[in-house]
């Protein structure tokens, strides 16, 4: 079926209404006006009347132009020929690349059957010691990151792209700025990582439909990546954004509003996106990390609370570190057993140290007389700070656990610290080798 | 029979709107007939011709003019031997089943028996040709698991019906006939071993419902007895993300001494139920020795599965549940989470374009969280024995704030409630539950008296603590002090619980008994303590022990060991007991 249609009945922000027969539900269409060609998606039927989200938005669409029924739903290359690859959110080269066309695959499929998971098992290392060590990336897991604007998310995410050790990186970006998308692909490049990257970007001056595809086309291609065994990870940002983009139409659409203007469906939508982290039997995985910002750093906003209820922890970056406390990797105790003995109990040991050193901070800053063993801390939380928090440090977990035992020797007697003894004995540094 | 037709007319998401002529009840199920797959949906709304379906699967491809086939029939679930161990999703489609033939992926349009056709099941009859029965009565039984299942007339026959024939002992699968009835009229009913029931209308073929009272043991303290729930009674624990709704639901799943255990994990991660999924097989009911798998059903409908169906699987999940409780058995059923049931209706009633009532969720949504939560009850069924449907539901309330109308309206019919604070998971003290905000209507396992003189201490001691927050603990005096301190400790050894040791996860009613008179005597206590300074010494060091002894196995040299040397320790510093308290020999 291409038929085409040349009477648009109404057009109201990105939706428009054209009378059709024998459309089916979600399928594409290209609209052509006198600014070019754009493809649009069927989001509602009533009769004959079609309504449309045109990608590129209803701007410069006149109710004389053409409508154009393509007979299936939207759709994505899938080829090794991606990689090092950058698209825009409908899947058109944004880079001087040639199209791709072949071997098109239907993006949004159907969620895995729950009875096919498996527990996950895997950790991924990134090289950063405050995941690694403290909150450790777990394969298949679904993690946002909690930050406000303004804070280095993107740095983050780039580094992360450079340094995880995963078979491959789709970098979906919504509402990006576009200085930032070309500092993503300025990192990547030079760091030599752009051949495992794929890049589905949608910046701020693109049209808000798009960006409302992003995530799918890159889990779409994941999915299948991951099918033939390998390891991806994808990375969103901003997923806001994306809710916000989701927000615009769906006022658009007339539907009614739940929370602050949100659709009653974000929680769904949200997570038919993040649930498709998963760890294939026998095959890849996806792995999601995906930056949320906390508009006013609110952690009850609609976004960032049903993204809490989805995913299986969340990291927060606050003044250009993880934070310790309320990040959190629900999945970490699958791994962080069979890593290297000490890992558990440096992890827990440094943190409550950690702790005990903001409690004297603040007595400290209330004017309170220092201890011998505030002193401590304060050195102690001094070091931590800057070889553990600062999101530039990077090392292997091996070298990061041998670090921490270094800081807490240089801070602490052994029996200060509250670790047992059998691993004081292995692990303390000797007089010579701490600083 | 000629089947009933409609045409699509409309489609906006998972609604589809269909124009037919034929006689068509609301909630009956029709399929959308699109090439050779059959998409599942259910009537919602009549004007007139024109029909409003909710489908339970993606509504891609579809188009104007397809075709929808009535059923006929409500929303049914197959009930008979075979349920048990079962892992379904919303609409009863086994999901291991489904993964063989599909592979990774949810296909749409599949639907699968519920019950395996292939096993024979051992029926033995218990009635006789020539007997009077009705709905609800027995036939005979067949051993599923550790369980003698029922064979029943189907509850959906309200007459009264003689028996012509009923096979004797033998093998049989579900589908064989294994009786025929006749009503008053004449007419021949044939009866197998499995039948349907419409999920949304609640089974009634029972004597009376009785009120419940007796305890649903979970083994957590603080609920069973604090804030406890009755066998056949409903509970609701609301709590923010990552305040351990989940983790408390797995606990309770395991530990809880009930025959059967439903999970209905609607709309959560997919994550969570594969632990359960993986874990339950492997762990073994310390009360009957078998694996935990063998009294447990699944129903999961995780969050990125179909949004209609998610509404269907709490009323699947319930109806189960009915039907064993039909048998003399006492069920419970955990239903994680409510919200994502409630946001479902919220979905379907936005594109009903229904007047919206508080934060967009319809203005039916109380009455309809109540009669969900009034499927609960105990009751006398016509046999004479009892069997009970518990419902646990939890809620995830948007921002963690409790106001919110899904949270109010399931407080309004719910017997006890565990709310979950974001301050006390934060201060890794688990399970999170608020002693003081939360509230049960039934009764504790512990003698009444003893638990309001625990509560008095909590709440004195939480009012000591806020004070302390503005005056500084120099300004606080050391009759105060002291009140906090054992508040603190009520606090952390009694209602806290560490649910990875494998002692402590799990503490049977006569321990929970034992120790709190032991806490009594502490709570209860004066105390040879002068300066605050030694005072949280002492307590410090009271808490350790009593800590090791909570981990002791119950009744082993080790517990004796710890308890003695407890003892020894608050005799020491004990000079008697204060007016007030409720005194035991003990010490």
Known sequence: MRKVYSKIESISGNVISVSAEGVKYNDLAVVTSSHGESLANVIRMNGNSVS??????????????????????????????????????????????????????????????????????????????????????????KLPIFSVSGEPYNELLSRIAMQAEVDMIILGGMGLKYDDYLSFKET??????????????????????????????????????????????????????????????????????????????????????????????????????????????????????????????????????????????????????????????????????????????????????????????????????SEMMDLSVNIPLEEALDNGWRILSDS???????????????????????? | MTKNLGKIVGINGNMVSVETDSQVSLNEVGYILLNEQRLKAEVIRITGKRL???????????????????????????????LLTQIYDGLQNPLPELAEQCGFFLQRGIYLNALPRNI????????????????????????????????MVPFSYKDSYTIKEIKSSGKYTVDTEIAVLEDEKGNRHSVSMMFTWPVKRAITSYAERLKPGAPMVTKTRIVDTFLPVALGGTYCIPGPFGAGKTVLQQVTSKNAEVDIVIIAACGER????????????ELIDPQTGKSLMERTIIICNTSSMPV????????????????????????????????????????????????PGEEAFPAYLESTIASFYERAGLVRLRSGETGSVTIGGTVSPAGGNFEEPVTQATLKVVGAFHGLSRERSDARKYPAIHPLESWSKYPSVVPVEKVEYARGVLFRGNEVGQMMKVVGEEGTSIE??????????????????????????????????YIFDILLSILGGKFNLNNKADSRNYFNKLRQIFLDYNGAEWQSEDFKKLESELLNMIKDKKSGDLEDAIIFQKV
């Open chain 1, 52 to 141: 449309l989200q045109v990608f590129s938005g209803g701007r410069g669409v006149s109710t004389g132009d053409e409508v154009r029924f393509l007979g299936h739903p939207m759709q994505v290359s899938f080829s090794e020929n991606l990689l090092g690859r950058i698209f825009t959110g409908s899947g058109k080269p944004r880079d001087n690349g040639p199209e791709l066309t072949e071997n098109m695959i239907d993006i949004g499929g159907p969620s895995v059957n729950p009875a096919k998971r498996i527990i996950p098992r895997n950790m991924i290392r990134t090289g950063i010691p405050m995941i690694d060590i403290f909150n450790s990336l777990v394969e298949s897991q």
């Open chain 1, 188 to 385: 990547l490049e030079e760091g030599g990582a752009m051949s495992r990257t794929i890049f589905f970007v949608h910046t701020a001056a693109d049209p808000i439909v798009e960006c409302l595809l992003v995530p799918d086309m890159s889990l779409a291609v994941a999915e299948k990546f991951a099918l033939e065994g390998k390891k991806v990870l994808v990375l969103l940002t901003d997923m806001t954004n994306f809710a916000d983009a989701m927000k615009e139409i769906a006022i658009t659409m007339e539907q009614v509003p739940s929370n602050r203007g949100y659709p009653g469906d974000l929680y769904s939508q949200l997570a038919s996106r993040y649930e498709k982290a998963v760890d294939f039997e026998g095959a890849g995985s996806i792995t999601i990390l995906a930056v949320t910002t906390m508009p006013g750093d609110d952690v009850t906003h609609p976004v960032p609370d049903n993204t809490g209820y989805i995913t299986e922890g969340q990291y927060y970056l606050r003044n250009g570190r993880i934070e310790p406390f309320g990040s959190l990797s629900r999945l970490k105790q699958m791994v962080n057993g069979d890593t290297r003995e000490d890992h558990r109990p440096v992890m827990d040991g440094m943190i409550k140290l950690y702790a005990a050193y903001k409690e004297s901070q603040e007595k400290k800053s209330m004017g309170f007389r220092m201890s011998d063993w505030d002193e401590k801390l304060l050195k102690y939380g001094a070091l931590f700070e």
């Open chain 1, 412 to 435: 602490f007697t052994s029996e200060e610290t509250g670790l047992r003894s059998d691993l004081l004995n292995k692990f303390w540094p000797s007089e010579k080798e701490s600083r």
């Open chain 2, 52 to 82: 409003e379906l909710q489908v339970f699967e993606a509504t891609s491809g579809v188009s104007i003019g397809n075709s929808v086939e009535f059923s006929g029939e409500l929303l049914t679930v197959e009930l008979g031997p075979g």
């Open chain 2, 120 to 151: 024979e099941w051992d029926f033995t009859p218990v009635l006789k040709a020539g007997d009077t029965v009705t709905n609800g009565d027995t036939l005979g039984t067949v051993p599923e698991g550790q369980f003698k299942h029922r064979v």
């Open chain 2, 270 to 281: 997919a994550g969570e139920v594969v632990e359960t999924l993986k874990e339950f097989p």
């Open chain 2, 308 to 355: 209609a169906a998610r509404e269907a699987s709490v009323y699947t999940a319930v109806t189960l549940a009915e039907y064993y409780r039909q048998m003399g058995l006492n069920v419970l059923l955990l239903a994680d989470s409510t919200s994502r049931w409630a946001q479902a209706m919220r979905e379907m009633s936005g594109r009903l374009e229904e007047i």
């Open chain 2, 480 to 513: 105060d002090y002291l009140i906090y301190l054992k508040s603190d400790f009520l606090d952390f050894v009694y209602l806290q619980q560490n649910s990875f040791d494998p002692i402590d996860a799990a503490v049977s009613v006569e321990r929970q008994n």
